[in-house]
């Protein structure tokens, strides 16, 4: 491999990893793939990942320069993955490794939506998602052509003390940075500092933050699956039109579509019950990432 990525934004999701993201692409001395989320190095999880091969995952950095001091890339299930921070460390044991979390009874309802969003899950009601997970990792009651039963187990994606404790145990704690949601949403321009900092390069001298990824609903659930997740026969026939000169316009009319059928908006608080119950599945591993932080989470509750 021509160029070694030296950073990874390893997750988790719907914790801020879009906009950081975002955030450090333009800097001049930092080169992000263009493809977000490769999850080449999670090799657990089937054929979710977008880039499954040695060569294309070179490609992704092809364009890098020697101006660029740091050069790296953003998959939020590497955290999850059981194998991946172990490959990572084997490609580049020097890689500089960013994380992210915030209370998990907030993420995993945000990434309830954000599935609901892009077709993975098609169980509208959170908290008849969330008591489908033991049957879901049976292979019972998946969405069709679902990507992996692993997307909706909800309960894992939240078990940050575990995670965070399998990325130390891999990496030195100087080439770790851990981030608090919380604390990126108070103030993204300290944050930024921070990274900026962490990953030693010098400062672009950047100010603006705009607000990014906001929560996204689809107006047509029925429109929304079928761009999304279309039928096998569909799908062929997309692919054979993107090949042709009249690729780039189908994309641009798919995008326009997929924008008008999409609509910010917030999520409705969750039922205070069913809201104490995550909060009680949760205890365990907040408590033991608050000690690995040293950081009193107990507002979390």
């Known amino acids: ?11 988790a999701p719907k914790c801020g990893t879009t906009a950081l993201y975002e955030y450090l692409r333009p800097h001049p001395n930092i080169f992000l793939s263009k493809v977000k989320e490769p999850h080449f190095f999670a090799t657990d999880l089937g054929s979710y990942p ?12 092809a364009d890098s320069t020697a101006r660029h001091l740091r050069v790296g890339e953003a998959s939020v299930y590497y955290l999850r ?9 084997e490609f580049n044991p020097e890689a500089r490794i960013i994380a992210m979390f915030r209370n998990p009874v907030d993420m995993v309802y945000s990434l309830h939506s954000q599935l609901l969003y892009v077709a993975e899950e098609t169980v509208s009601d959170f908290e008849t998602a969330w008591r489908l997970q033991e049957r879901r990792a049976r ?8 990507r992996g039963s692993f997307l909706l187990q909800y309960a894992q994606v939240g078990q940050f003390g575990t995670q965070t404790e399998r990325l130390l145990s891999t990496f030195p704690r100087e080439q770790v940075k851990l981030i608090l949601y919380d604390d990126f949403a108070a103030s993204p321009q300290a944050v930024y500092d921070d990274v900026v900092q962490f990953l030693e390069i010098p400062h672009d001298n950047r100010r603006d933050f705009p607000r990014i990824n906001d929560n996204k609903r689809a107006r047509v659930a029925w429109l929304r699956n079928l761009l999304r997740k279309p039928p096998p026969l569909l799908r062929t026939t997309v692919r054979s039109l993107k090949r042709t000169a009249g690729g780039a316009r189908l994309a641009s009319i798919t995008a326009g579509v997929v924008a008008r059928n999409t609509v910010n908006e917030r999520r409705p608080p969750l039922p205070p019950a069913f809201r104490a119950e995550l909060v009680e599945a949760f205890r365990e591993e907040v408590a ?6 040293n950081r009193d989470l107990s507002h979390w509750a």
Request: hydrophobic fraction near 50%; aromatic fraction near 8%.
């Open 288 to 293: 033991r990432l608050s000690r690995l932080l």
């Open 1 to 11: 491999m021509a160029v070694k990525p030296n950073f990874f934004l390893v997750g």
């Open 50 to 61: 977008a880039i499954k091969t040695p060569d294309a995952y070179s490609a992704l950095f």
């Open 81 to 89: 993955s059981s194998v991946a921070l172990g490959n990572i460390r």
């Open 139 to 146: 292979g019972l009651d998946l969405p069709r052509r679902s």
